[in-house]
Each structure stands twice: as structure tokens, then as C-alpha cells.
């Protein structure tokens, strides 16, 4: 038996928010794009929380997202610029610019759902 992992999925109340989010504000490239679901590079995608639910036959109440349980990890070449971006973007900050114990600089904002996405600086990342 041949299982390999291939992307986390993450769900979405509103598709097309998230797809600002992700593609326009974040930078993510698209790879896949349905009405419903959106791939992106690096084994990420979204799905929209109520067709999912659908899927796994529970009924869907306007669930709540991101319960602080979840942190979405990316890193950039230029953390100072991102930041800055997301400023404008007006994106929910949860804290600008910090250098970590582990010798990394990061920030953290919330996703339009509330999801955790945190975003180092390449240059200091901890090794895979």
C-alpha cells in the first residue's frame, strides 16, 4: 500500500475572500481553480467550508473558523515588505515583526476566517 501525503485543505466560508487573501494579498500562486476548491503551490489549497461539510454529511451552521488551533506556516525573502503589505491590506494583525528564540524573525495575522498564518523570514528559518 502506497499512502503519500499531498496537500493540507484548508476550509473557507467564502471562497473568493480567501482567494483575495491567498493569491492577491499573501502572493500564493495558483495552481488549480474550481468554483469550489483552489489549489496553490507548495501543497495548500482551499475548500469551501459548506460544500465540504455536505461531503462528510454533517450539516453546516456557518461553523466557526479558526479556532487559534491551526498555524499556517510560509516564509519570504522579505518580511519587512510583506508586513507592510499586509498593513495596507488591512489584514488583522495578531503581532508585527518578533525575533524568535530559534533565532527566526516572524509575524502573525489572522486569515479572513480566523485561521493562525504566520509568516518567517527565509533567510533565518530553521532548517528542514
Same mark, same amino acid.
Given at each position: @500500500? %502506497?499512502?503519500?501525503?499531498?496537500?493540507?485543505?484548508?476550509?473557507?466560508? %467564502?471562497?473568493?475572500?480567501?482567494?483575495?487573501?491567498?493569491?492577491? #494579498?499573501?502572493?500564493?500562486?495558483? *495552481?488549480?481553480?474550481?468554483?469550489?476548491?483552489?489549489?496553490?503551490?507548495?501543497?495548500?489549497?482551499?475548500?469551501?467550508?459548506?460544500?465540504? +461539510?455536505? +461531503?462528510?454529511?454533517?450539516? +453546516?451552521?456557518?461553523?466557526? @473558523?479558526? !479556532? %487559534?488551533?491551526?498555524?499556517?506556516?510560509?516564509?519570504?525573502?522579505?518580511?519587512?515588505? #510583506?508586513?507592510?503589505?499586509?498593513?495596507?491590506?488591512? #489584514?488583522?494583525?495578531? !503581532?508585527?515583526?518578533? !525575533? *524568535?528564540?530559534?533565532?527566526?524573525?516572524?509575524?502573525? #495575522?489572522? %486569515?479572513?476566517?480566523? !485561521?493562525?498564518?504566520?509568516?518567517?523570514?527565509?533567510?533565518?528559518? @530553521?532548517?528542514?
Amino acid at each position: @500500500m %502506497d499512502i503519500r501525503f499531498r496537500h493540507n485543505i484548508l476550509l473557507v466560508k %467564502d471562497i473568493n475572500l480567501s482567494k483575495y487573501f491567498y493569491a492577491d #494579498v499573501i502572493g500564493l500562486k495558483i *495552481c488549480k481553480e474550481f468554483e469550489t476548491f483552489i489549489q496553490f503551490e507548495d501543497h495548500f489549497a482551499i475548500h469551501s467550508a459548506d460544500l465540504f +461539510y455536505e +461531503y462528510i454529511n454533517k450539516p +453546516y451552521f456557518e461553523q466557526k @473558523m479558526g !479556532h %487559534d488551533n491551526i498555524d499556517l506556516y510560509f516564509t519570504t525573502s522579505n518580511l519587512p515588505e #510583506v508586513s507592510k503589505k499586509l498593513k495596507i491590506a488591512k #489584514v488583522e494583525f495578531i !503581532h508585527d515583526i518578533r !525575533h *524568535c528564540e530559534w533565532g527566526e524573525n516572524i509575524i502573525r #495575522v489572522y %486569515d479572513p476566517d480566523g !485561521h493562525i498564518i504566520e509568516i518567517g523570514d527565509a533567510h533565518n528559518m @530553521m532548517q528542514d
